[in-house]
Structures are given as C-alpha cells and as structure tokens.
C-alpha cells in the first residue's frame, strides 16, 4: 500500500534544511505504519521507540539533558547505531514526554545530519512545537483514491 503522504516524507528526507518532522494526526490514522514503511524503504537503520511502553526511554527523556548524551542513550537503549543520513530515528507517542520539544529543537540545532520522526497522537500543541523548529505533517485516514 502506498500513502498520499509518502511523497512529502521523501521530500523532507531529500530538504538540506530539514527540521525533525513532527508527524500528527488521530488515533488509527496510520501515522506508525507510515513512518515503519518509509523508514524500512528509505533507511539502512531505523531506531523505533514507542514512548507509551518503552518508559526507560520515558523516565530518561522527562528530565532536560544534553543533545548528544540523549543522542547516546536512544542509541544505546534501542540497540543500534545512529548514523548521520541513514538512520531515521522514530519516537512514537512523544505526547507522553512534553518537554521533548525542546530537546529535539536542539538536536536539530546541534546535529542537523540525524534525521528524527516524532509521532503525535492527536494535534500537536503550537506553543511546543512550533513551525521554526519543526517540520510539521498532519495526517488523516485514507480518502477514497488511497482505500482503491
């Protein structure tokens, strides 16, 4: 199956300006499956980290911390490495972690070369994620043309 919304993450992955994009949209959208599927077509690594079950990652996320020592732990917690241009980093359900916006915001800045997928549940607030710092995606069921 092919999403609408698949050309406009190649379009992010190919921007030399790209921000993390921040991926939204209601329950059962297929905001996950969206991601899983770019990232296995388009990546050699992906580090998926579901913030709702993994709550090591939770826990240690809730607490302000440098980019590159978050960088290491997310790595080191998902068992693979994260190379700059190949590897998508995916952290689902980042509504359970609020001040991870500021940390990603960072990230960006720092080390623009990783290519972060944040999943909201949900429309995301426009006082945390702000379109300066993030590239933005909202998402929506399958319409009539994407369902044949």
Known sequence: MRRKYTDSLIQW?????????LLQGLRQTGKTWLAL???EKNYKNTLYLNLETDKPVTDYLSVPRPPQDALLFL??????PLMPSVSLLILDNIQCVPELSTLLA????????????????GLASPELYSKNDFDIISLYPLDF???L
């Open 13 to 21: 992955k190919k921007n030399p300006h790209r921000h993390p994009l």
């Open 37 to 39: 599927d770019f990232a």
């Open 75 to 80: 790595e080191t917690y998902a068992g693979k």
């Open 106 to 121: 960072a990230i960006s800045l720092d080390h623009p070369q990783y290519h972060i997928l944040a999943i909201h549940r």
């Open 145 to 147: 043309e994407e369902f």
